[in-house]
Structures are given as structure tokens and as C-alpha cells.
């Protein structure tokens, strides 16, 4: 069975303060890893695919990159828009999607 | 381009009603997957439909069921409701060939 764990469960930041979510898992033939961004009560917005350990891919303040056990969700100089749940899923081999808990990150003015 | 849309966003049921959600794909998508999220268990995958057949089904009892209209919009049923079935339920919708799952908004149940 997929799994997949985020850590840390949520996370506080100053505004400009960088820091990494981290995301482990075990799939059955991995055919994507995605990071998601999710605010209340909405649904999940797509940020990310990443396909093979070693891609790495950027957009705005947002970094991902993918090694065979693990991705980061990399944020340089946050700011408080940044503030949401992070989710992370991997799709396998049967085209089923597992999703993490997510991280809940609060990004402080 | 429109995203996935979501019917109704809120719903209140009571205990042993049954109800009836649905969700119309982004154009030209036929994979319809549907999602509960509750804040103990995160988002929990319910089933998949591709061409009006599921083609993935989660660990879910019977009492939730769903199908898929000709035209790739889809329905999710839920029977017997019990106060344990309150969440958000999720619907993503993909493109043949592609990985990436678009969401709609959700429709927020509450059963009491």
C-alpha cells in the first residue's frame, strides 16, 4: 500500500524566512510525485508534478525537487500570501493517488 | 477555461438521508476521481471514473457510490448518511494521458 508522510505538521515562519517541507514516501511504481497548495475550505490548487529523482521544479518563491524516497517543497523569503496547507501525493503504477497529511504553514508579517 | 465545478459547495442532511453530489470535469477531461477529506484522515480517495467505468475504487463501504455520465460529468452517491460521513468531498478531474489532477472546490457536507 502508497504511503506518504509530511513533516513537520505545521510550521511557523517570519516573513523572508526560508525554510523546506519534506515529504517520504513509498509508492508502487512511482508515475508522479505532486505538491498541491490548499487554503480553507477550498479545494486543492496543483503546483507541481515531478516525475524522477533528481528533477527539481520552480515557480515564484516555490522550489520542489524529488530523490527515490523523499521531496522537499523548498520556500525562499516567504510571505504571508505563501500561508496555506502544502499537500503531497504520489500517483502509482494503478493510477491511484495518495495523499499526505499535509503541512500547514503560517508565514507571520 | 473552466475549472471543475462543484454542486452544491454546502449541504446539511440528517442521519439516514442519503444525498447526491456533483461534479462537472474540466472540458475534455474523462478521468473523474473523488476525494474525502476530513481533518483526522486527510484527503481519502473514493473512487476513479474513466468513459463512464470506475476503474479504482477506494476502502470504502457500499453506501458510497458513484457513476459517470456520458458527457465525463459525474455523481457521487452516499446512502444511510451517518454523522461520521460529514467532510469535504473532493472531485479531481484529469486528462487521458496526463498525471496532473485538477480539483474543484468542494462540497462541504454536514449531517446531524
Known amino acids: 500500500e502508497d504511503q506518504v508522510t509530511q513533516s513537520p505538521e505545521a510550521l511557523r515562519l517570519q516573513e523572508g524566512e526560508s525554510s523546506s517541507l519534506n515529504c517520504s514516501y513509498t509508492v508502487s511504481g512511482l508515475r508522479g510525485l505532486f505538491w498541491y497548495r490548499q487554503d480553507p475550505g477550498k479545494g486543492p490548487e496543483f503546483l507541481f508534478t515531478?516525475?524522477?529523482a533528481g528533477e527539481e521544479k520552480e515557480k515564484e518563491r516555490l522550489k520542489a525537487t524529488l530523490t527515490k524516497k523523499e521531496s522537499f517543497l523548498h520556500i525562499t523569503a516567504p510571505k504571508p500570501e505563501d500561508s496555506a496547507t502544502y499537500l503531497c501525493a504520489v500517483l502509482d503504477s494503478g493510477s491511484r493517488l495518495t495523499f499526505g497529511e499535509g503541512t500547514q504553514l503560517t508565514v507571520n508579517p | 477555461k473552466a475549472g471543475v465545478t462543484q454542486t452544491p459547495r454546502y449541504l446539511i442532511k440528517t442521519r439516514g438521508q442519503q444525498v447526491t453530489l456533483s461534479c462537472s470535469p474540466i472540458s475534455g477531461h474523462r478521468s473523474v476521481s473523488w476525494y474525502q477529506q476530513t481533518p483526522g484522515q486527510g484527503l481519502q480517495f473514493l473512487f476513479e471514473?474513466?468513459?463512464?467505468?470506475?476503474?479504482n475504487k477506494g476502502n470504502f463501504p457500499g453506501r458510497f457510490s458513484g457513476r459517470q455520465f456520458s458527457n465525463s460529468r459525474s455523481e457521487m452517491n452516499v446512502s444511510t448518511l451517518e454523522l461520521g460521513d460529514s467532510a469535504l468531498y473532493l472531485c479531481?478531474?484529469?486528462?487521458?494521458?496526463?498525471?496532473?489532477?485538477?480539483f474543484g472546490q468542494g462540497t462541504r457536507l454536514t449531517v446531524v
Open positions: 471514473y474513466f468513459s463512464e467505468t470506475q476503474r
Open positions: 479531481a478531474s484529469r486528462l487521458a494521458g496526463h498525471t496532473e489532477a485538477f
Open positions: 515531478l516525475y524522477s
